[in-house]
Structure formats: C-alpha cells, structure tokens
C-alpha cells in the first residue's frame, strides 16, 4: 500500500495551498484518456469522493491520446494527467513544465501493429515502403520504432501516417492505410469487429506502462494532496486487478464499447496497481528518450531524472 510522504492528516492536504487557494474551495484539473485506472477511478467516484471530503473540487477532461493531454498540461489547462511511455518524453524535450509521479504495471501486449486481415503483409520487414497510421508522440509511435528496427529497419523506411485513434481506425477500415499501429482498447475493438489480424503486439518490444504526471508547479505546491491522489488510484487499482469482466461492465456505457471488447483489453492489462520510479523504470524510460533521438523525432537530448519527482513512495 502507499505510504503518504507528508504525513497527510484531514487538515494537512491544504498544508501547500496558498492563502489565496485556503479562502476558497480548491480545484484540481485531471486529464484522462478512455483507457486505464485513471478511468476508472473517475467512473467509480473513489477519488472525488475522497477530495470531496477534504474540500477540495475534482474536474475532469477527457483527451483522445497522451500528446493533446501534455499539451493542455502545458498551457495551464489541467494539473494532474497519465499517459504512455511517449508522451512525456516529447513533452520534455519541449520543456513543458511538468514532473512523473508514479508509474504503472507494464502491459506490454496491450498494444500492436494490426493489418487487414487479408493483406499480403505477413511478417514486420514487409513494411517497408507502405503506409503505417499511428498517432505522432503516442506509445504506438515507439511501438512502431521498435517493432521496425527489431527487422533492421528504419521510421524513414516506411510511409508514417499520423491520425487520432478515431481518424486511423476510419483509414484502416477504409483502406486508406496498409498497417495502423494502436493501443487498447481500440485494439481490441478492432480485432473484434474492424476485420484486422495481428502482426506484431508489444511484448519483447516494449513495455506498456502508464506514467502519471503533474505540473512541476502544482506538485511543489501540493505534495500531501498528489500523494493522496496516487494512493487513491491505486487502491481502485488493487481493487481492479483480477476484476476484468466488473471493469468491463463498469466503463463499458461509459466508452461506448461493448463489455465482451473491454474485457479482453482489461484480460490483456491484467494488473493496474501503481508502481514507485524506480531506477530500473527511469533508465527504461530513458531509453525510449534515446530512441526518438537516434530516429530524430525529438529535438534535443534529455535527461529522464530532471522529470522525475518522487513525490509518492510505495511500501508492499
């Protein structure tokens, strides 16, 4: 379970805010995406609920993919986010003011490069030359770089498309593109009724993880109330793990995907608890830094540390 840093009392959670804040009800501004425990913690209430006795308003903001949640973080939007292993690493080398609290399990096969089912492509090296759709910045993008140089090729050897999940769905099933590169529970939704077949998912390529992040400036001010916030998510996690046909009926109305398609992706994600940043997590997100670099995809070198604060401390 988690251990609070501060020594979070009822009190307490305030103890960074402002005097401008304590004169009135503060706020805090959550991106979140159709996937993952941040999710489902919105849908079961547990982490309003929580803050709400405590004084403190939740607001939530639904983004389509980790890149536009970063870039509402960055111009002040919202506070607190998650996202894959991507986008932070294209916000820093932006230098959006933001710190990684905590991380997630990794989930490597919740990810995969789908092709029609009757397409000629058969093997990754087959993709040279054609036109692969995948969000720009997303986790599917590093998939992508991955999946290729593990056949000795290149981002330059292929034709990228860079699409929304939604857009890129409608290119596949349209015919418009020859491989779409995506993550669940799109995938799943996709191998269930958009006639793909799998090429290549992400295990043995990547990891899969969740990263949660705030605005430097907000965990400065709150330390105690991200930390209370990160052991919320993870006990709705714990109380997740091993639950995929609940969490399917939970966020199935929500999402607008049938229970039999979300219980496949949850099946696939199997674990949902937070994990601290370890050492071992921060050099495996550093090596996903040095392979946009090497691919020239982000501008400058960076160092993962400087992102890191490790606000939140794990104990079993």
């Known amino acids: 379970m988690l251990a609070l840093t501060c020594g979070v009392l009822a009190a307490g959670l305030l103890g960074c805010a402002s005097q401008e804040e304590r ?3 503060p706020t805090v501004r959550i991106g979140y995406q159709k996937a993952g425990t941040l999710a489902l913690a919105k849908q079961r209430g547990d982490l ?22 970063l870039e509402a973080l960055n111009v002040g939007s919202i506070d607190f986010g998650h996202a894959g292993d991507s986008p932070p690493v294209f916000a820093q080398a932006a ?9 997630s399990a990794p989930s490597a096969e919740g990810s995969a490069i789908l092709v ?17 759709a995948f969000m720009k910045g997303s986790s599917a993008n590093y998939l992508v770089l991955r999946a290729l140089a593990s056949v000795g090729l290149e981002i330059t050897d292929i034709q990228p498309v860079h699409l929304t999940p939604s857009d890129a769905r409608a290119a596949f099933t349209g015919g418009g593109v020859d491989a779409w590169a995506i993550w669940d529970p799109f ?17 043995g390529l990547v990891s899969g993880r969740e990263f949660y992040f705030a605005s430097r400036e907000f965990v400065q001010r709150h330390p ?27 966020l199935a109305p929500v999402l607008g995907i049938d229970v039999e398609t979300l219980e ?8 949902h608890s937070v994990q601290p940043l370890s050492d071992e997590i921060v050099a495996e997100q550093q090596r996903v830094a040095d392979s946009y670099l090497r691919a020239q995809l982000i501008p400058r070198q960076i160092d993962v540390r400087e992102a890191i604060d490790r606000v939140v401390s794990l104990q079993p």
Not at 225 to 249: K, S
Not at 264 to 271: D, L, N, Q, S, V
């Open 23 to 25: 004169a009135g009800a």
């Open 48 to 69: 309003d609920a929580q803050l709400k006795a405590q004084g403190i308003t939740v607001t939530w903001t639904e983004f389509p993919a980790g890149p536009q949640l």
């Open 187 to 203: 995938f799943a939704d996709a191998e269930r009724t958009g006639n793909a077949r799998v090429l290549a998912d992400g295990k």
């Open 224 to 250: 105690d109330l991200v930390t209370v916030m990160i052991g919320e998510i993870d006990r709705v996690g714990r109380w997740a793990n091993e639950r995929p046909h609940e969490i399917a009926e939970l």
């Open 264 to 271: 496949r992706a949850e099946t696939r994600r199997g674990r």
């Open 116 to 132: 029609p089912s009757d397409s000629p492509i058969q093997q990754l090296a087959d993709l040279r030359g054609k036109r692969v």
């Open 95 to 103: 230098q959006v003011p933001f710190v990684y609290v905590a991380a």
